[in-house]
Nanobody
Framework: QVQLVESGGGSVQAGGSLRLSCASP????????TAWFRQAPGKEREGVAA????????YFADSVKSRFTISQDNAKNTVYLQIIGLTPEDTAMYYC????????????????????WGQGTQVTVSS
């Protein structure tokens, strides 16, 4: 059973930053996509960033690309999401998800693309 464990969420003031981590112990694959999604109350789950383990290629939603950075440490099977310039609109539960195999670029931020999901980590931004 593949397990994804998110951490790093918390409550921060607007303008602050956070680094979220997604660990996948034992789930190592050179052709793995890992993505971050977020879901605010009453809203649909939104893909914000993804990374391909093979070459580190990153994908971002247009709405966040200036403030979000995704990176990976393949030796630790961990993917990170760095967020700067947090605003109250970033308040949401953040989930990581993963799968192996080819994914068209148009699908990497779509929730239905992914097989495995973590439990989420809450990010709350106050003004």
């Amino acid at each position: 059973q593949v397990q994804l464990v998110e951490s790093g969420g918390g409550s921060v003031q607007a303008g602050g930053s956070l680094r979220l981590s997604c660990a996948s112990p034992g789930y190592s694959n050179r052709s793995k996509f890992t993505a971050w999604f977020r879901q605010a109350p009453g809203k649909e789950r939104e893909g914000v960033a993804a990374i391909y383990s093979g070459d580190g290629r990153a994908y971002f939603a247009d709405s966040v690309k200036s403030r979000f950075t995704i990176s990976q440490d393949n030796a630790k099977n961990t993917v990170y999401l760095q967020i700067i310039g947090l605003t109250p609109e970033d308040t949401a539960m953040y989930y990581c998800a993963a799968r192996v195999g080819f994914v068209p670029a148009s699908e990497v931020l779509r929730p239905g693309t992914y097989y495995y999901w973590g439990q989420g980590t809450q990010v709350t931004v106050s003004s």
